[in-house]
């Protein structure tokens, strides 16, 4: 049975921003959501959470020592902070807006 678990629930996050990459700490709040992060928390996922605000690649960095992962978005900015004609120019809103992502985890 599956059921979905809001990211906000397990973990925190906190992002930042250099040019137009955006790079995203995601860390867990407890060792069994560190297990459950890396088993449902991919940088595929992540990209389609974000759908076309990330242009580029994401990749999916692991950091077992303080049970994290970090995700380096490519081409999330719209070319950067002085070049974007967006809103928010900046990647400080990319750890919230990830928080609200759903899990779909496998009922163990």
């Given at each position: 049975?599956?059921?979905?678990?809001?990211?906000?629930?397990?973990?925190?996050a906190?992002?930042?921003?250099?040019?137009?990459?955006?790079?995203?700490?995601?860390?867990?709040?407890?060792?069994?959501?560190?297990?459950?992060?890396?088993?449902?928390?991919?940088a595929?996922?992540?990209?389609?959470?974000?759908g076309?605000?990330?242009?580029?690649?994401?990749?999916?960095y692991?950091?077992d020592?303080?049970?994290a992962?970090?995700?380096?978005?490519?081409?999330?900015?719209?070319?950067?902070?002085?070049?974007?004609?967006?809103?928010?120019?900046?990647?400080?809103?990319?750890s919230?807006?990830?928080?609200?992502?759903?899990?779909?985890?496998?009922?163990?």
């Open positions: 049975m599956k059921k979905f678990l809001l990211l906000l629930d397990i973990a925190a906190r992002s930042g921003d250099k040019n137009d990459v955006c790079n995203i700490g995601v860390l867990a709040k407890t060792p069994q959501a560190y297990l459950l992060l890396k088993k449902y928390l991919s595929e996922k992540v990209k389609a959470h974000f076309s605000l990330i242009q580029g690649e994401v990749v999916r692991e950091w020592a303080i049970e992962l970090n995700f380096v978005c490519y081409g999330a900015l719209d070319g950067g902070a002085s070049r974007s004609l967006r809103m928010d120019t900046l990647g400080k809103n990319f919230s807006h990830l928080l609200r992502l759903e899990l779909e985890i496998e009922d163990e």
